[in-house]
């Protein structure tokens, strides 16, 4: 049985009582060459520009809004940010798309990516202008950076954990933010605010309760992983867990066993082969 999830679209603006208006944000921006380049690859990873989707390669660049990448199942990227920004671990099955990549005329960068379903993982330097801004957003709400370790799991509803290994990072969704510090991790269901930071669990352990053969050749499993875990069975997404707790159906192997993939937001990924009786 999956988690009860919401399909709302976080309205979340960072500095929303200050918006300027359209020609002023415009004298505030200029042209400049700003990407996301892709410099490492495993597997099925396609690359979308200009409406078209064909499969990517080392040297790639995402630098229009829309630009984006697909990752399939046991697939995986790497993208460098201009002016060595930071890094983007891109894991399998996620899909990303460039939001914002300009330039301010005081040499701001302001960057957003856009991450619908999946895996990320962000390791950002510090910023030198104080203006330069960093945004993921997600179905759920926004996380705003300006240098730090981090990573998050997004699921088909679009409900998000984001858990912080070093700096802080700033998650907002419908008018109310959380400041994630290290070693803690928040969880945000769309149309709602993010809950309080919890500390990120030591382990990704996966504590089985009920293993039962069902008889057509699957088997229900039943058991707890820490809240916030992405959960795969041979590459199909069943979901993030807001909980703990997990129920799933899934086809017997030959072997008498089911693969159970579990992502952290962290990071942390584990395999389990679950022995079916």
């Known amino acids: 049985m999956r988690n009860h999830h919401f399909i709302l679209q976080a309205c979340v603006v960072l500095g929303l009582f200050a918006v300027p ?18 410099t490492e690859l495993t597997g099925n990873v396609r690359y979308q520009t200009g409406g078209t989707l064909e499969p990517a390669a080392v040297g790639d660049r995402l630098q229009r809004v829309g630009d984006g990448l697909r990752t399939g199942g046991n697939s995986t990227a790497v ?33 957003r990516i856009n ?24 179905p759920a709400g926004v996380a705003a950076v300006r240098g730090t370790d981090f990573g998050f799991n997004v699921d088909q509803e679009g ?19 959380v400041s994630v510090n290290p070693g803690f991790q928040t ?51 069943h979901g993030l867990t807001t909980t703990g707790h997990i129920d799933i159906t899934a086809p017997i192997s030959s072997n ?9 937001p962290s990071g942390t990924q584990q395999t389990y082969q679950i022995a079916i009786p």
């Open 187 to 237: 969880l945000v269901i769309p149309g709602f605010p993010p809950e309080p930071p919890q500390p990120i669990a030591t382990e990704l352990y996966f504590r089985p309760r009920v293993i039962t053969d069902n008889g057509n050749g699957t088997a229900e499993i039943v058991g707890f992983v820490p809240p916030g875990t992405l959960i795969y069975v041979r590459g199909q997404s």
């Open 21 to 38: 208006s359209a020609s002023a944000q415009q004298s505030l921006q200029v042209r400049a060459n700003r990407w996301l380049r892709v």
């Open 256 to 264: 008498r066993r089911v693969p159970i993939t579990l992502q952290a």
């Open 79 to 111: 993208l460098d940010m201009d002016m060595a920004i930071g890094s983007v671990s891109v894991a399998p099955n996620t899909v990303l798309q460039i939001q914002q990549l300009t330039t301010t005329s005081d040499g701001a960068r302001l960057t």
């Open 159 to 177: 409900l998000m954990s984001l858990a912080t290994v070093d700096g802080q990072v700033w998650v907002e969704a419908q008018g109310n933010g």
């Open 115 to 138: 991450v619908t379903e999946g895996h990320a993982q962000l390791r950002v330097r510090r910023f030198t202008n104080p203006n330069s801004t960093l945004e993921i957003e997600t």
